[in-house]
């Protein structure tokens, strides 16, 4: 039973866009909500996390949108460059520390310059 | 200040076989987690190691298995090798601090690429 399912599974945008990555969650005990970058070759770095008594967060060019209500969280990535060309994940766990990440499929994100 | 190191960085074995692989954690970090990433998925929870015991444990079954040392090192264990086991191997360190506020943030290693031929 997947409890995390993130989308698009790939997505391309031009140099300067905006890219929008969903995710959606079912176990509503989860109160952490992380995102990965992962490079080939990388283990998966933290971009950005989020617990759900706030909306939004934002830090640089990456922000992200919280519905608690809807059970789904979104990452912006605002002025997209090449160098954003990634795999990103979303996660999820509860507020114990390091209590396991779910992880969702992952999207595979492109930047056209 | 180190981050996670793992060892060996790839692996290729035969069916069968038996595998050990290796994880420091970050430095002052007292928690190891393990995490194994098939090819174009996300990755998914094995285990994890606090105070040398397993403190959880995903679904995997018993071929997997697990250790933690003093000096807060791991080493993931899998025994009687099958094709599928072949992927990225993560692992993860976290602390965890008692009567203190908690953060679940796990910094990965880099990981050991495991082949089964």
């Known amino acids: 039973q997947q409890q995390v399912k993130q989308s698009p599974q790939s997505l391309i945008v031009q140099k300067g866009g905006i890219s929008i990555i969903n995710c959606a969650y079912e176990?509503?005990?989860?109160?952490?909500f992380p995102w990965y970058q992962q490079f080939p070759g990388k283990g998966p770095a933290l971009l950005i996390a989020?617990?759900?008594?706030?909306s939004e967060k934002k830090e640089g060019r990456f922000t992200i949108s919280f519905n608690k209500s809807a059970k789904q969280f979104s990452l912006h990535i605002m002025d997209s460059q090449p160098g954003d060309s990634a795999t990103y994940f979303c996660?999820?766990?509860?507020?114990?520390?390091?209590?396991?990440?779910?992880f969702g499929k992952g999207t595979t994100l492109s930047v056209s310059s | 200040d180190a981050g996670v190191t793992q060892s060996p960085t790839h692996l290729i074995k035969t069916r069968g076989q038996q595998v050990t692989l290796r994880c420091s954690p970050k430095?002052?970090?007292?928690?190891v987690s393990w995490y194994q990433q098939a090819l174009g998925q996300g990755p998914q929870f094995i285990f994890q190691?606090?105070?040398?015991?397993?403190?959880q444990r995903g679904n995997f079954p018993d071929r997997f298995s697990g250790h933690q040392f003093p000096n807060y090192s791991s080493e993931l264990n899998v025994n009687a090798l099958l094709l599928g086991d072949s992927a990225l191997y993560l692992c993860?360190?976290?602390?965890?601090?008692?009567?203190?506020?908690?953060?679940?943030?796990?910094?990965f290693g880099p990981g050991t690429r495991l082949t089964v031929l």
């Open positions: 989020i617990r759900p008594d706030v």
């Open positions: 430095s002052g970090h007292d928690t």
């Open positions: 993860a360190s976290s602390l965890i601090l008692a009567g203190a506020p908690s953060t679940d943030t796990q910094y």
């Open positions: 176990n509503t005990a989860f109160d952490y």
């Open positions: 996660a999820a766990s509860t507020v114990q520390a390091g209590t396991a990440l779910i």
């Open positions: 190691y606090y105070e040398e015991e397993e403190r």
